[in-house]
């Protein structure tokens, strides 16, 4: 099954900048926009950021999403605290007809 | 506004079914996919399927092809996820979701309902 990789963990310190990779393959990332994902614990996902690098209304423009190829990245600068949680890159992927997740970065404030 | 509500938490013995309901509202029900997306303790989301609101036309992911049946009821704006042969392995939270512009980019989430197998 195509699937997406991501780093397991990232920390960072209040106001520092931290990324967050993700890489795939001609499939999914190659052929497609990337989508990010913030899961607080016990909610549901929330999307925060689609189409590689656009931030639906309401989320910070400390959020940003680039692509490159068959890989991506999240950018988040001025870290605070409310920032930690889960965050999962996705992708539609043309071999599954379906979308694929990373299994997730859990980001930590110190 | 656009609000996906799920029905509730259901425990199931393994080798049974479970159908998972998302009523829908806030939007045109006809006019958008649903999406069902499940997360096991600990581990990634996973999409398992989708449906078309308007004409029905569904697609599995090759990993439920079998167990998995996706239905909706336009006059009720509700969608339901029915897995058969349940499995301990099965053992999830259940998300449905809604895109909000490009396809995959699923702004709209139901609040996730827990799936629990065990004998």
């Known amino acids: 099954q195509s699937v997406l990789t991501q780093p397991p963990s990232a920390s960072g310190t209040p106001g520092q900048r931290v990324t967050i990779s993700c890489s795939g393959s001609?499939?999914?990332?190659?052929?497609?926009?990337v989508n990010w994902y913030q899961q607080l614990p016990g909610t549901a996902p929330k999307l925060l950021m689609y189409?590689?690098?656009k931030r639906p209304s309401g989320v910070p423009d400390r959020f940003s999403g680039s692509k490159s190829g068959t890989s991506a990245s999240l950018a988040i600068t001025g870290l605070q605290s409310e920032d930690e949680a889960d965050y999962y890159c996705?992708?539609?992927?043309?071999?599954?007809?379906?979308?694929?997740f990373g299994g997730g970065t859990k980001l930590t404030v110190l | 506004q656009v609000q996906l509500m799920q029905s509730g938490a259901e425990v199931k013995k393994p080798g049974a079914s479970v159908k998972v309901s998302c009523k829908a509202s806030?939007?045109?029900?006809?006019?958008?996919?649903i999406y069902w997306v499940r997360q096991a303790p600990g581990q990634r989301l996973e999409w398992m399927g989708r449906?078309?609101?308007?004409?029905?036309?569904?697609t599995y992911s090759q990993n439920f092809q079998g167990r998995i049946t996706i239905t909706r009821d336009t006059s009720a704006t509700t969608a339901y996820m029915d897995l058969s042969s349940l499995k301990s392995e099965d053992t999830a939270v259940y998300y449905c979701?809604?895109?909000?512009?490009?396809?995959?980019?699923?702004?709209?989430w139901g609040q996730g309902t827990l799936v629990t197998v065990s004998s």
């Open positions: 189409s590689d690098n």
């Open positions: 806030g939007y045109t029900f006809t006019t958008y996919v």
């Open positions: 449906i078309n609101g308007g004409n029905g036309d569904t």
């Open positions: 001609s499939s999914n990332i190659g052929s497609n926009t």
């Open positions: 996705a992708a539609w992927d043309d071999s599954l007809n379906g979308p694929v």
């Open positions: 979701a809604r895109d909000l512009f490009t396809r995959g980019s699923m702004g709209y």
